[in-house]
Each structure stands twice: as structure tokens, then as C-alpha cells.
């Protein structure tokens, strides 16, 4: 069973970046998809985006398309999301979650979580 630290949260003005990283544990890495979610106060939690086992194929939502990349390291079994340009709207919670998959289809569900790191923009 594979487990996840999310870090690289904090406050960040409109506009600005920054970089989320999620390191996994007690799996092999490298035959796990990887997803990015998050979650606002009052709302359902929503996929960000996620990238398959090997990197070749990567899904966004339409809200982050164009200003967030997730890339992933199979040999530092970590995997990252770079968001650029936030907005106030892209404050919430973010989590990593892990799926065992080995294919080109980006999974939209998963098993395995992050307690998440907190990122928040200010306007």
C-alpha cells in the first residue's frame, strides 16, 4: 500500500505560482497513475488533473488547463503539480491520490491519499 505526502502549499498572491510536491512510499511508484485534487470550504472535492504511470499522458480540468502542469520523477517516486497564474478561485485544499494503473488512460478515480496541503491566494 503506497502512502503520500503532499508539501509546497502556502499563500501566494493572484498571479503568482507555486509548486506542490507529493512524495510516495511503501509502493512501486512507477506502476501507480498519480492525481491532484482539491477542495474548498463548503464544496465537493474536484480533480485538478492527474498523469499516468510512466508520464506519457497527463488530464486537467478545464478550470486549471493552460496554468497548471503535473509532472512526475519515478525515480524519486514523487510526483508535482507547478500552478501558475492563481487565482483566489484556485484556493483549497489539495491532495495527491494514487491509483495502481499501468496504461495510457488517466485514471478519474483513486485509491490511495494525501492528508493534503493547503494552498491559498490572495486577491
Known amino acids: 500500500q503506497v502512502q503520500l505526502v503532499e508539501s509546497g502549499g502556502g499563500l501566494v498572491q493572484a498571479g503568482g505560482s507555486l509548486r506542490l510536491s507529493c512524495a510516495a512510499s511503501?509502493?512501486?511508484?512507477?506502476?501507480?497513475?498519480m492525481g491532484w485534487f482539491r477542495q474548498a470550504p463548503g464544496k465537493e472535492r474536484e480533480l485538478v488533473g492527474g498523469?499516468?504511470?510512466?508520464?506519457?499522458?497527463?488530464y486537467y480540468a478545464d478550470s486549471v488547463k493552460g496554468r497548471f502542469t503535473i509532472s512526475r520523477d519515478n525515480a524519486k517516486n514523487t510526483v508535482y503539480l507547478q500552478m501558475n497564474n492563481l487565482k483566489p478561485e484556485d484556493t483549497a485544499h489539495y491532495y495527491c491520490?494514487?491509483?495502481?494503473?499501468?496504461?495510457?488512460?488517466?485514471?478519474?478515480?483513486?485509491?490511495?491519499w494525501g492528508q493534503g496541503t493547503q494552498v491559498t491566494v490572495s486577491s
Open positions: 498523469i499516468n504511470y510512466n508520464g506519457g499522458n497527463t
Open positions: 491520490a494514487a491509483r495502481r494503473s499501468i496504461g495510457t488512460t488517466v485514471p478519474r478515480i483513486y485509491d490511495y
Open positions: 511503501g509502493g512501486t511508484f512507477s506502476t501507480y497513475a
